[in-house]
């Protein structure tokens, strides 16, 4: 049996023809940096978030760092945010000069805990990044509460949420920016490295379209310090191929995550909860078992590819040790989630074998 974690050319198999078409066009028109279809993409993708500006930068950790620039946050500033995440969403407060202060999550969802974030603010704090890991949307009702209560600017990190609903509202539409990645992986990804930071702020999407592309305002007169993070015309036109079919992805994700649970329902696991009155998208299927790292051995003795996002947190990596915080839920989480296959083309009689392995786990332990 080989059942990869997941399997990328299954989705260019079945938009192959749409696919090669956008390809062939960009190539033969021969505009291949900010042209007509990252114009597109943008327009496409702000309407589909049910925001009123998109600015397509050169990725993920580009488009929180161009956020947190254009929000003029940097050196003495401190931003609120999570451990339990891609280490990108520290780094790109890094970059930006900030101080990154790591709260924990909550045991249920995964995602950043109100209660803890209420503790962090201080004086210096000027942001907050939620993120909505897994594909499950952050507890944003008491976030924003407490952002406006305190000033404070919310940068929604969508990198595994693309499509995300939260009280019928996409993700991406309810901070002041939010930032996408287009990494292959995720809900929406492209061939190659691309991100994209969405806002209803026509002031801030201006800044980040200067700061994109070396804070120009206009050309070769730099009025900012700015950098080269273009989103690229190839990978623009693959996205929009793909944003058509990312709603029908994510619910064939939420119709696997259903068959898990069922499958799985009544071992000595710990399955994903849903918050309520939201539409969480799978980036992720992630469990949890005391018995981690030896579930984890025995579905890859036997064919199964699994993951583990994230072994470390990120204030106990080398890079970001001098983070220091007292992060229980984080910590523990560590050692006991793992990562089943999930992506939209995943078999059916693939995950029927994910679980039989997983259930001859628990026979053989007893
Ligand atoms: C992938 C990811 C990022 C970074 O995106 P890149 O495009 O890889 O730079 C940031 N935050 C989270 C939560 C992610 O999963």
Not at 224 to 238: F, H, M, T, V
Not at 260 to 275: D, I, K, N, S, W
Not at 296 to 312: I, S
């Amino acid at each position: 049996m080989n059942i990869p974690f997941i399997d990328l050319s299954a989705e260019y198999r079945a938009l192959q023809a749409e696919i090669d078409t956008a390809v062939a066009r960009v190539l033969a028109g021969g505009w291949y940096i900010l042209g007509q279809e990252v114009a597109a993409f943008e327009a496409e993708f702000a309407a589909y978030c049910g925001a009123a500006h998109a600015v397509g930068v050169a990725s993920g950790t580009d488009a929180l760092l161009l956020a947190l620039r254009a929000l003029e946050i940097g050196f003495g500033d401190e931003v609120i945010t999570v451990s339990h995440t891609a280490v990108a969403t520290v780094t790109a407060v890094v970059l930006s000069g900030a101080t990154p202060v790591l709260v924990d999550v909550e045991p249920d969802f995964y995602t950043l805990d109100a209660a803890q974030l209420a503790q962090a603010i201080t004086p210096r704090t000027k942001a907050i990044i939620p993120v909505h890991l897994y594909g499950q949307p952050a507890n944003l009702d008491a976030i924003l509460a407490l952002a406006q209560q305190h000033g404070l600017y919310v940068i929604e990190d969508c990198a595994q949420a693309h499509g995300a609903l939260y009280k019928g509202g996409r993700v991406g539409s309810f901070g002041h920016l939010a930032a996408f990645s287009f990494y292959p992986t995720k809900n929406l990804g492209a061939v190659g490295d691309g991100g994209v930071v969405v806002t209803q702020d026509a002031g801030l999407a201006q800044r980040l379209r200067w700061l994109r592309q070396y804070g120009w305002q206009q050309r070769y007169i730099s009025t900012l310090e700015g950098y080269n993070s273009r989103l690229d015309e190839l990978q623009a036109a693959i996205l929009r191929v793909k944003l058509r079919y990312l709603d029908a992805a994510n619910a064939q994700r939420r119709a696997l995550a259903h068959a898990y649970q069922q499958q799985l329902a009544g071992l000595p696991l710990t399955l994903p909860q849903e918050r309520l009155l939201t539409e969480h998208v799978y980036h992720l299927y992630v469990i949890q078992s005391a018995a981690r790292d030896a579930l984890q051995a025995h579905l890859y003795a036997n064919g199964v590819g699994t993951a583990v996002q994230y072994p470390v947190p990120i204030h106990r990596q080398p890079a970001y040790a001098h983070l220091r915080a007292h992060l229980p839920v984080t910590e523990a989480l560590a050692g006991r989630i793992l990562s089943l296959p999930m992506y939209p083309y995943l078999p059916a009689d693939h995950l029927a074998s994910v679980c039989q392995v997983v259930t001859n786990f628990f026979e053989l332990v007893g």
